[in-house]
T-cell receptor, first 113, second 112 residues
Framework: GDSVTQMEGPVTLSEEAFLTINCTYT??????LFWYVQYPGEGLQLLLK?????DKGSNKGFEATYRKETTSFHLEKGSVQVSDSAVYFC????????????FGTGTKLQVIP | DVKVTQSSRYLVKRTGEKVFLECVQD?????MFWYRQDPGLGLRLIYF???????EKGDIPEGYSVSREKKERFSLILESASTNQTSMYLC???????????FGNGTRLTVT
């Protein structure tokens, strides 16, 4: 079945540091890929998405590129801020008729001033 | 903006009680989902529904049931709560395959 593997956390960075959170997936067909973010005390919200190979999703300075050859969707940001402290989830949506969305285990990011 | 409202932020129940978690969405989306979130395990799908009165089991349906009598409302039912059901429960909705999920703020359930 489908699966998503993302790097273990927590990740602690200083403000303005470069961020990479790795995400790889296994899936049949051609899934859509997502990054969601969860701020403390809240539900998840969509950060960015990509629906086909070589697509780049971007939002709020974050980027991720759908790499079919390496089955990866790594999240990057050039300069993190304290307000980026949250838990980040990589996810995929099956391209078939089944509505299932599969999530990774989440990576907690803490940014210190 | 889609709004997904979960009726309670925090619940404390006793072992053996019947528990209802309610979720309401305001965007006429076909699909609704219940997930539970546990540290180190991420989000796991309990049940989803793609239409009124329709439901499908997710990865961990044991000990749970669901009800969808109206399009905007999706209820998760714990028939006899147990301590291993202590968790954060998240409701979500989307408009179809490949479209993003919209989440409620979650219900933190503690079973003692």
């Amino acid at each position: 079945g489908d699966s998503v593997t993302q790097m273990e956390g927590p990740v602690t960075l200083s403000e303005e540091a470069f961020l990479t959170i790795n995400c790889t997936y296994t899936a049949t067909g051609y899934p859509s890929l997502f990054w969601y973010v969860q701020y403390p005390g809240e539900g998840l919200q969509l950060l960015l998405k990509a629906t086909k190979a070589d697509d780049k999703g971007s939002n709020k300075g974050f980027e991720a590129t759908y790499r079919k050859e390496t089955t990866s969707f790594h999240l990057e940001k050039g300069s993190v801020q304290v307000s980026d402290s949250a838990v980040y989830f990589c996810a995929l949506s099956d391209s078939g008729g089944y509505q299932k969305v599969t999530f990774g285990t989440g990576t907690k990011l803490q940014v210190i001033p | 903006d889609v709004k997904v409202t979960q009726s309670s932020r925090y619940l404390v129940k006793r072992t053996g009680e019947k528990v209802f978690l309610e979720c309401v969405q305001d965007m006429d989306h076909e699909n609704m989902f219940w997930y539970r979130q546990d540290p180190g395990l991420g989000l796991r799908l309990i049940y989803f529904s793609y239409d009124v009165k329709m439901k499908e089991k997710g990865d961990i349906p044991e000990g749970y049931s669901v009800s969808r009598e109206k399009k905007e409302r999706f209820s998760l039912i714990l028939e006899s709560a147990s301590t291993n059901q202590t968790s954060m429960y998240l409701c979500a909705t989307n408009r179809g395959v490949g479209s993003p999920l919209h989440f409620g703020n979650g219900t933190r359930l503690t079973v003692t």
